[in-house]
Nanobody, 129 residues
Framework: QVQLVESGGGLVQAGGSLSLSCAAS????????LGWFRQAPGKEREFVSA????????YYADSVKGRFIISRDSAKNTVYLQMNSLEPEDTAVYYC??????????????????????WGQGTQVTVSS
């Protein structure tokens, strides 16, 4: 069993930066993929980024590519999401999730929320214009 706890959300002006953290309790195995999703009011949950625990391969949604950076610290069992050049459209609850099953090759399948076995409670990010 893995529990995920997000932190680091808050209110920021457009153009600013925020860094989110997701701390995992329980062992994260090398087969895992950790992902970030977000959900804005009235919208479906949307993929943001993912990282493969074994080799730190990453994958991003087009909407955040070049602005967000995902990383992980295996010693701390923590995954991070550095968000730069934030826009009002980035306003959402951000969720961390863990997929136990191996993704070989491209991380494109990591964008499918149904793959994930564990979810955090979410952290609110609000970007003002």
């Amino acid at each position: 069993q893995v529990q995920l706890v997000e932190s680091g959300g808050g209110l920021v002006q457009a153009g600013g930066s925020l860094s989110l953290s997701c701390a995992a309790s329980g062992r994260i195995f090398s087969t895992y993929t950790l992902g970030w999703f977000r959900q804005a009011p009235g919208k479906e949950r949307e993929f943001v980024s993912a990282i493969r625990w074994s080799d730190s391969s990453t994958y991003y949604a087009d909407s955040v590519k070049g602005r967000f950076i995902i990383s992980r610290d295996s010693a701390k069992n923590t995954v991070y999401l550095q968000m730069n050049s934030l826009e009002p459209e980035d306003t959402a609850v951000y969720y961390c999730a863990a997929d136990r099953n191996t993704i070989v090759g491209s991380l494109r399948p990591a964008a499918i929320p149904q793959r994930y076995d564990y979810w955090g409670q979410g952290t609110q990010v609000t970007v003002s214009s």
